[in-house]
């Protein structure tokens, strides 16, 4: 079964600085992968999404994502930190007209 | 205005009542989608439908029931509310065809069941 595991529940970072977050997929085929973003007191919206077309998927507000299937990851990335990007970080894959999302990452910037 | 719309959004009840959570869409979605919210769970799928006449078990549904009145609109019904239902909420739509797999969020409602 397809699933996806976030490493780190909480990640922080200074502002300026590279941000990293890091998500593995388990699958026998090559899935549709996303990110979703959640900021304070609202709900999911769409980052960025893999369907296989391209494996470097680039997202909203700077954000960008890179499939490696020898690695099974989907790390999500973004060179430069705005204190803005303060928000919980969902990595998830589509199965069976679902979508399964990870447990999450809470970004903290860091002035 | 907002293409996904929840109500209430924010209750507070007490164990043993009935609650009804209200999702409405603009967006002209078939399929629409109940999460729940836990802090370091993730969101995990309670019920789901594809269009008015069906109704799909999520991999948490028991204790809840839902009702698709109306392809625009998806409710969640808590027939007797426990303190461990105390979650944030969310609906979802997506559309069926080449782009089913991205889904769009309500603003989530908050739920205390005292």
């Known amino acids: 079964a397809q699933s996806v595991t976030q490493l780190g529940s909480h990640v922080s970072v200074s502002e300026g600085a590279l941000v990293l977050l890091r998500c593995n997929y388990s699958?026998?085929?090559?899935?549709?992968l996303f990110w979703y973003v959640q900021y304070p007191n609202q709900g999911l919206q769409l980052l960025l999404k893999?369907?296989?077309?391209?494996?470097l998927v680039k997202g909203i507000n700077g954000f960008e994502a890179e499939f490696k299937k020898s690695e099974t990851s989907f790390h999500l990335t973004k060179p430069s930190a705005h204190m803005s990007d303060a928000a919980e970080y969902f990595c998830?894959?589509?199965?069976?007209?679902?979508?399964?999302f990870g447990k999450g990452t809470r970004l903290h910037i860091l002035p | 205005d907002a293409d996904v719309t929840q109500t209430p959004r924010n209750r507070i009840t007490k164990t043993g009542k009935r609650i009804m959570l209200e999702c409405s869409q603009t967006?002209?979605?078939?399929?629409m989608y109940w999460y729940r919210q836990d802090p370091g769970l993730g969101l995990r799928l309670i019920y789901y439908?594809?269009?008015?006449?069906?109704?799909n078990k999520g991999e948490i549904s028991d204790g809840y029931s839902v009702s698709r009145q109306a392809q625009a609109k998806f409710s969640l019904s808590l027939e007797s509310a426990i303190p461990n239902q105390t979650a944030l909420y969310f609906c979802?739509?997506?559309?069926?065809?080449?782009?089913?797999?991205?889904?769009?969020f309500g603003p989530g409602t908050r739920l205390l069941v005292l």
């Open positions: 967006k002209g979605h078939d399929r």
């Open positions: 998830a894959v589509y199965r069976d007209d679902k979508i399964i």
């Open positions: 699958s026998s085929v090559p899935p549709y």
């Open positions: 439908s594809f269009d008015v006449k069906d109704i």
């Open positions: 979802a739509t997506s559309a069926p065809g080449p782009r089913q797999e991205t889904q769009y």
């Open positions: 893999y369907t296989s077309a391209a494996t």
